[in-house]
């Protein structure tokens, strides 16, 4: 706010509460100084990008704290406010690339610092997050086609939702489909090794009296980690 700004303030104010109006001239030029020095920051009036009845003014701020408070209205009754505003206002704002030179960073600061000020006071709307753009990485690519792969291979003939819902019931091919996705080693992409055990690519491992495990055996685990890092590195 300049001088004029936080004259029609201090007046709203002193309406307000005359009893704590200044009793002369000179005392109310000085507060004018004061407040004008202090509150060069804070604008009278934002609007804010959630809607009018979200936006700031500082009157309002002013008229809420007296109406609230018994003691005498300060410079930081209206700044600390403000600050807060500003700081959920900013947090909806993403920083875009200022167009200047990013080498040149006193420039590049005072574009970032102009950018949010003008979100603040709501002279430009907040940027959204944008997803960051560059090139494919091939190693990230590798790995979708190659889960894209293996979870072809798994077989997909029942529509996702009603998979999602099946999965308590069929724990294996959940576990599977996780690995596949996540790019991670399948115990069951290689037969179990465990003599008591031999079960077959594909089939869960099974514990001495025949029954499902519901991990398969150690050393299947490292064999099917071994097999996945000979693929990785070809």
Same mark, same amino acid.
């Given at each position: 706010m300049?001088?004029r700004?936080?004259?029609?303030l201090?007046?709203?104010?002193?309406?307000l509460?005359?009893?704590r109006?200044?009793r002369d001239q000179?005392?109310a030029?000085?507060r004018?100084?004061?407040w004008?020095?202090l509150l060069a920051?804070?604008?009278?009036?934002a609007q804010?990008?959630?809607? =009018?009845?979200r936006s700031?003014?500082?009157?309002?701020?002013a008229a %809420?704290?007296? $109406?609230?408070t018994? &003691?005498?209205? !300060?410079?930081?009754?209206i700044?600390?406010?403000?600050e807060?505003?500003?700081a959920?206002?900013?947090g909806r704002?993403?920083?875009?690339?200022p167009?200047?030179d990013?080498?040149?960073?006193?420039a590049?600061?005072?574009?970032?610092?102009?950018t949010r000020?003008?979100?603040?006071?709501g002279?430009?709307?907040?940027a959204p997050?944008?997803a960051i753009e560059?090139?494919?990485s =091939?190693?990230?690519?590798?790995?979708?086609?190659?889960a894209?792969? %293996?979870?072809? $291979?798994l077989?997909? &003939?029942?529509p !996702?939702t009603?998979?999602q819902?099946?999965?308590?019931?069929?724990?294996h091919r959940?576990a599977?489909e996780?690995?596949?996705?996540a790019?991670q080693p399948d115990?069951l992409d290689v037969?179990?090794?465990?003599e008591?055990c031999?079960a077959?690519?594909?089939k869960?491992c099974?514990?001495h009296?025949g029954n499902?495990?519901?991990?398969p055996?150690?050393?299947?685990v490292?064999?099917?980690t071994?097999?996945h890092a000979q693929?990785?590195?070809?």
């Open positions: 300049d001088r700004e936080i004259a029609a201090l007046a709203y104010v002193d309406r509460a005359p009893e109006a200044p000179a005392a030029l000085e004018v100084d004061q004008a020095t920051h804070v604008p009278a009036t804010h990008p959630g809607g =009018p009845e700031w003014d500082a009157s309002q701020v %809420r704290y007296i $109406a609230t018994p &003691y005498p209205i !300060k410079p930081a009754d700044g600390a406010p403000w807060t505003y500003r959920e206002v900013i704002h993403h920083d875009p690339a167009p200047v990013p080498d040149n960073e006193a590049y600061r005072a574009a970032l610092r102009n000020q003008a979100v603040a006071v002279a430009l709307p907040p997050q944008r560059g090139r494919p =091939p190693i990230r690519a590798q790995r979708d086609a190659e894209a792969r %293996r979870l072809a $291979a077989g997909d &003939y029942v !996702k009603v998979k819902a099946l999965e308590d019931y069929r724990p959940a599977r996780r690995l596949a996705a790019g115990p037969p179990c090794p465990y008591h031999r077959d690519t594909g869960p099974r514990d009296r499902h495990r519901t991990r055996h150690p050393s299947r490292d064999d099917a071994t097999r693929e990785t590195a070809a």
